[in-house]
């Protein structure tokens, strides 16, 4: 049995599925998930994200959140924690960079939102020296103020995909024919939910929608609302939404969507206006990475990495840097917001 027969089965037995339901068996089926199945971070595996590049990534988040506590009293007791936090790598790099914030480390409280049993097992490794609770849900964080990092977690939820049909909305799905999966469209319905984005297409224009990040949205922003906190959410996307970004890597290339389901990772860029839409606390202004980065101070953390170095070492921080900030790397494509109650100022960085 393989994954491609578990679909092949389901459609024949329910129909076409949304592109939804096909990334969440893809990703995350308990036998044949993509996150189930392998480590997919770094140069051995699929991807490599920011943490991965470097630890100036993780440092300056750390203490971005770190300075987001002192503003807001140095509350005794927090929920610090991490959404889909890969290796553990930007968390050891958050915890080792803000060890030096007095009293932050005895307030602390980390939590792990991980779906997958093997990632949880490497994250325990790289996060040893400290005690750390995994959750399945949201709900199971502490109601005490939450102090939240979640990079490159939205881009993997489950998207739905809409093509406009005059007022009403044609949604793709997956099914089988001739040998192969394939996209397909169900019937032209209404939906609530786009109905906004009447505004701004036309007939023929492909939206995406992502039930699951408004709902991550609503639970995070009610806590950071009702007990303090912030969180810090980086992602590569833009404030709307507009054709089709679902896309799958393999290997560091690009692959076919449809093609070895489970052996690929699938993820879609991230509608950061409907996040603010969904947020029950205060928001701020979508900023590039590059721009945030160097407003916390990467290039002289760089050059301090860099003094004692020469050689390829020395090659290395600069790439990262570059990597890491410039327009033409991942310092346009990603993006971050931070959410933080509407008594409080924006995190270090950002803006309103």
């Not at 308990?30 to 590049?53: K, L, V």
């Not at 927090?78 to 480390?105: C, N, Q, Y």
Request: aromatic residues 6%.
């Amino acid at each position: 049995m393989s994954l491609l027969n578990h679909l092949i089965s389901r459609i024949e037995s329910d129909g076409p599925m949304t592109v939804a339901d096909y990334m969440s068996a893809c990703l995350l089926h308990p036998e044949f998930g993509y996150y189930t199945n392998r480590t997919p971070f770094g140069r051995e595996g699929d991807f490599i994200t920011a943490p991965e590049i470097s630890q100036m990534f993780g440092e300056l988040l750390g203490l971005c959140l770190a300075q987001c506590w002192l503003d807001q009293g140095a509350p005794a007791q927090i929920t610090l924690a991490e959404l889909g936090p890969g290796r553990g790598t930007l968390m050891a790099d958050l915890l080792r960079a803000t060890r030096a914030v007095p009293g932050f480390h005895a307030a602390i409280n980390v939590h792990l939102l991980e779906a997958s049993p093997k990632l949880r097992d490497i994250q325990q490794q790289a996060l040893a020296p400290y005690n750390v609770t995994f959750i399945d849900h949201l709900v199971d964080l502490p109601e005490q103020p939450l102090y939240l990092v979640a990079n490159e977690f939205f881009d993997a939820l489950p998207i739905r995909q809409f093509i406009r049909q005059g007022d009403h909305w044609a949604e793709k799905r997956v099914g089988y024919r001739d040998g192969a999966l394939s996209f397909g469209l169900g019937q032209p319905s209404p939906q609530p939910a786009l109905a906004h984005r009447l505004e701004d297409t036309k007939d023929g224009d492909l939206v995406e929608h992502c039930e699951a990040a408004q709902v991550v949205m609503a639970e995070v922003s009610q806590r950071i609302e009702h007990h303090g906190g912030a969180a810090l959410l980086v992602d590569y996307g833009d404030w709307r939404s507009l054709g089709d970004t679902l896309q799958a890597l393999r290997a560091h290339a690009p692959a076919d969507p449809l093609h070895t389901p489970g052996e690929a990772d699938l993820t879609a860029h991230v509608d950061f206006e409907a996040l603010a839409v969904a947020a029950q606390c205060a928001h701020s202004r979508v900023t590039p990475q590059g721009v945030f980065l160097e407003r916390l101070g990467i290039t002289n953390r760089a050059q301090m990495l860099a003094k004692p170095l020469s050689g390829d070492a020395l090659e290395t921080v600069i790439q990262a840097h570059r990597r890491l900030t410039h327009p033409q790397e991942m310092g346009n494509l990603f993006k971050v917001m931070g959410l933080f109650p509407k008594s409080q100022t924006p995190p270090p960085g950002l803006n309103t």
